[in-house]
């Protein structure tokens, strides 16, 4: 059946195989991984007080799978803790902080794009922007000094898709733009200005010009921008 | 373990959510646990990795985490990178005084010879290094290059020169490391629009602030970049003119001459004032001895005035490109302050002169901290009480990056300089770094405020990184490699004071291993290899090239993990064989189990 779909794709690159692949394959595993969820639950109950620690061997897979040390990921346990009710803290594997707690964190008060990034990095079902402690470690990992650029990439361009419809056009850049510019009266940009602006971004990066910048595009301006790497960083 | 980390690498940058990526591991695992069971040998899976370990180290000894993160909140990245190259060089002069100390003064202190102090100390010794400290460890003349008979025998001329060789080679190794890998992270040749493009404006928001008047203030400085931008390239229908063009190139060039005339002026000055003073001499002159700190303070005062006067000669030329501007002011600081110090270094020979040499050098560090302090306070402090009290158009001051990382790297480069002829001058150094970091932390956040324009602190950290290594480590360790090899030591005083050049005591002990029998292969190598000059022309472009590569091994060799994964998923079989392979997994990682039994119901 795999052969059938990796056949079936219409698409040239390496890359990209591999993403349809393991998506896949992902989809087939969900059940799996929610049942994982649930024996985590139900042993961490049992293990009682030293729940609230994180085992090593956990550790050690956390380390693997993403781009964190240990120190960093002890740390975002340890904040991660503070976030969650108290009745929730035995069981950290499975239990979810709902958004507006996780935006009481310092590093994501102010900044432009909280809601973006809550939603972005949540894999709950209720498409309510809540965080396992396994989505904000995917959140910490991707906003960290050592992931790739193509991580980071990725990233931002769903965080800039407002819409979530996989492509960044006009209503999106616009959305961007408000985001970053102040509110002020004086420093607003006025609907000729933004028209101009998003204008000037298609020219510059919509290649296929087909009046939307989609992930390659995206990535292409993105490389040519190598400060991108040093400032798309958050660091507990 | 190569392969291992780059499929690790692999996982980690695939853009999937948690749990995926947890599944695309035990795929993996099952696949190579297939592997190895079909080549008939078990290869130890060890995790965690090792060089994740490595990591985490260098994560525990970092200090200052808090400050750093306080202040890269508030300034952002580019302002963050200065208090950071400031904390690698001072990890440099630590790692430089505990060796110093441990192979060089501890010997000689604990075997020191009687050495008569005619000189009482005074507290100008502090500033101008002579008088009381001449006699003393701190400088060349204090080591006498015995040789210490214990069991076995310790040779202190031996122990200075490989000490201090040792530790220039570490440096020169670290900084070409950190130059590949910063050039190979940041350094990209855009041939697109130069500056101004909007999505380069948009992307390069600093996610690091988490200040909310920081962030606000960003908003504003982003909206008017834009703006600006956009007038910009409305602009850009206007075509220039010949005689406009003309008249830009001409200034240009006027302010250029003007530039270099004034650095090779005040070298001629310098250098003059220093054949017209005396040497110092050990009479105990309270005047004669103050007289020493002229030049130190004409230097200092050099290096505080004439940029200052390079700003605004820039301010009279119009560079279209914001970053080639850039780039023009820091060639021009570059290259007075290593002409000063290339004419201080040529002038220098005298009568046990290592220990002069050393005395100045000594002498200008001090007086450039001072300078440091004063500096601070009239480019930061008296800018922010003129524009908040008097001139309320003016604003508060910026907090100049590219000024303050030279200063660093002038610092540096002298610290260097005087290391062979000062071995615990790196105390001083440390001791200075300390305090200009405390310093310029306070005088940021009463004083400054974030930078306007989101520059580029990614390449330039790139540039600074290789302006360190080229002309400031290369040339010091030119200085230092000319005095050993080809300058002969005073007769009076230091570990040398024998021999025809210093470096005759390894030419010696090298005859002398000869003689051993079982080690000719160590003087075969010495004479034949070492010593010859294209030798080390080629280590050189071997590991500038090797340091290159590896990274870009690595992203290749990551690809081919791509293609072993998918081939995993291709013949992903059925359920039954995916549970016996869980189980293939739980035998041959035992060290996992013990802690994973107990979740096994």
């Known amino acids: ?236 | 373990k190569l392969p291992n980390r780059a499929r690790m690498q692999a996982i980690r940058s695939l853009p999937m959510s948690f749990s995926e990526r947890r599944n695309i591991r035990l795929f993996m695992v099952i696949f190579l646990t297939v592997l190895n069971l079909l080549c008939q040998h078990f290869v130890r899976h060890t995790l965690p990795l090792k060089c994740g370990s490595w990591a985490s180290v260098r994560q525990r000894l970092v200090i200052w985490q808090d400050t750093l993160k306080e202040i890269g909140g508030r300034f952002g990245t580019s302002v963050l990178s200065y208090f950071q190259f400031l904390k690698w060089l001072l990890m440099f002069n630590i790692f430089s005084l505990l060796i110093n100390f441990c192979f060089i003064t501890i010997p000689q202190i604990v075997r020191s010879p009687n050495i008569t102090h005619p000189i009482s100390f005074r507290g100008l010794e502090l500033l101008t290094g002579a008088g009381y400290f001449n006699q003393t460890v701190l400088f060349y003349g204090g080591y006498n290059g015995e040789v210490i008979k214990t069991q076995p025998s310790y040779n202190m001329q031996l122990a200075y020169l490989f000490t201090i060789a040792a530790y220039l080679v570490l440096c020169g190794v670290s900084l070409i490391y950190s130059m590949a890998r910063s050039f190979q992270r940041n350094f990209v040749l855009v041939a697109g629009p130069a500056y101004g493009g909007a999505w380069r404006l948009l992307c390069s928001w600093d996610f690091s602030v988490i200040n909310e008047k920081a962030i606000q203030h960003n908003k504003d400085n982003l909206s008017i970049q834009l703006k600006e931008s956009l007038s910009e390239r409305l602009q850009k229908k206007a075509v220039v003119s010949v005689s406009a063009k003309l008249q830009q190139i001409s200034l240009q060039l006027l302010a250029w001459l003007l530039s270099l005339g004034l650095a090779v002026g005040s070298c001629t000055g310098i250098y003059f004032l220093e054949l017209n003073l005396n040497d110092i001499s050990d009479s105990g002159n309270l005047e004669e001895e103050a007289s020493t700190l002229l030049v130190p303070v004409v230097v200092s005062l050099i290096n505080l005035v004439i940029p200052l006067i390079y700003a605004l000669v820039n301010k009279m030329e119009h560079y279209t490109n914001p970053r080639t501007n850039v780039y023009v002011i820091i060639l021009r600081n570059v290259l007075l302050k290593m002409s000063i110090l290339g004419i201080l270094c040529y002038y220098w020979l005298s009568d046990c002169w290592e220990s002069f040499v050393g005395q100045s050098v000594y002498r200008l560090v001090v007086v450039d901290f001072i300078f440091c302090l004063l500096g601070s306070f009239f480019t930061e402090f008296l800018p922010n009480i003129i524009g908040t009290k008097c001139f309320r158009s003016l604003g508060v001051p910026e907090f100049d990056v590219a000024t303050n990382v030279l200063n660093l790297i002038y610092a540096q480069t002298l610290a260097w300089i005087g290391i062979y002829f000062s071995p615990l001058l790196p105390v001083i150094q440390v001791v200075k770094l300390f305090i200009i970091f405390y310093l310029k932390k306070v005088s940021l956040s009463m004083n400054c405020q974030p930078p306007k324009r989101t520059g580029r602190a990614a390449q330039m950290q790139t540039v600074y990184i290789a302006l360190l290594f080229f002309p400031s480590f290369v040339g010091a360790l030119s200085m230092v490699a000319y005095t050993v090899w080809s300058l002969k030591p005073s007769e009076q005083c230091g570990p040398f004071q024998n021999l025809g050049k210093p470096f005759q005591v390894v030419l010696d002990w090298m005859k002398g291993v000869q003689n051993i029998p079982g080690s000719e292969w160590a003087w075969w190598t010495f004479e034949h290899v070492l010593r010859n000059e294209l030798f080390f022309y080629l280590i050189t472009l071997i590991v500038l090239v090797a340091f290159l590569a590896v990274e870009n091994f690595l992203i290749a060799l990551s690809r081919k993990s791509y293609i072993v994964i998918i081939i995993v998923i291709v013949l992903s079989p059925s359920p039954r064989l995916m549970f016996l392979c869980k189980k293939l997994e739980e035998t041959s990682l035992p060290e996992e189990n013990e802690a994973a039994a107990p979740k096994n119901n």
């Open chain 1, 1 to 236: 059946m795999q052969i059938r779909l990796y056949r079936n794709c219409q698409v040239e690159q390496e890359g990209e195989v591999w993403f349809a692949l393991v998506k896949f394959v992902s989809a087939r595993n969900k059940d799996e991984s929610n049942q994982r969820l649930c024996r985590t639950n139900r042993t961490n109950n049992t293990m009682g007080a030293t729940a609230s620690k994180l085992p090593k061997d956990q550790l050690s897979e956390y380390q693997e799978l993403t781009f964190l040390t240990k120190q960093e990921i002890l740390l975002a346990h340890k904040r991660f803790n503070e976030l969650l009710e108290r009745e929730d803290r035995q069981q950290i594997g499975g239990s979810r902080v709902p958004m507006n707690k996780i935006l009481t964190l310092p590093e994501l008060k102010s900044n432009p794009f909280r809601r973006r990034i809550c939603q972005v990095f949540s894999t709950s079902d209720l498409r309510d922007g809540s965080l396992s402690f396994e989505d904000f470690l995917d959140l910490l990992s991707a906003f960290s000094d050592s992931a790739t650029l193509e991580i980071k990439s990725h990233y931002a361009f769903r965080i800039f898709d407002f819409d979530d419809d996989g492509t960044l056009d006009t209503g999106d850049l616009e959305k961007l733009v408000n985001c970053l510019t102040g509110e002020m009266d004086n420093t607003r940009l006025t609907s000729e200005e933004m028209k101009q602006l998003i204008n000037n971004i298609l020219e510059e990066s919509d290649i296929d010009k087909d009046g939307t910048v989609n992930l390659s595009e995206f990535q292409h301006v993105i490389s040519r921008s190598p400060d991108f790497v040093s400032s798309f960083k958050i660091v507990l």
